[in-house]
């Protein structure tokens, strides 16, 4: 499921930060544009792991954008396999 996360830009000394509002408090970082999206699915897992909560559906890109702590940064769409977050959901296939 695609989730939207804010990225505070890095620089030479510093990794790209990430915040995963969907998810309060969730957070990581990489050296690399490429890492980020395994870096929040890692994060998501253990923000997740001894919890017991509801998983949240995705808040719209145009809702988050509007909010005051969310400036000076970049958005960037991740696909978050929630089938690892939930121990709960399970993939069935039946052809």
């Known amino acids: 499921m695609l989730y939207s996360v804010y990225v505070h830009l890095g620089d030479a000394q510093h990794a790209h930060g990430v915040t995963i509002p969907d998810f309060p408090g969730c957070f990581s970082a990489a050296d690399d544009?490429?890492?980020?999206?395994?870096?929040?699915?890692?994060?998501?897992?253990?923000?997740?792991?001894?919890?017991?909560?509801?998983?949240?559906?995705?808040?719209?890109?145009?809702?988050?954008?509007?909010?005051?702590?969310?400036?000076?940064?970049?958005?960037?769409l991740v696909d978050i396999h929630l089938e690892r977050v939930d121990p709960k959901a399970v993939r069935l296939n039946i052809s």
């Open 33 to 76: 544009w490429a890492e980020l999206p395994a870096q929040v699915q890692e994060a998501v897992e253990v923000y997740c792991e001894d919890e017991d909560l509801i998983i949240p559906p995705p808040t719209s890109l145009e809702e988050l954008a509007t909010r005051s702590e969310h400036l000076g940064g970049l958005w960037l």
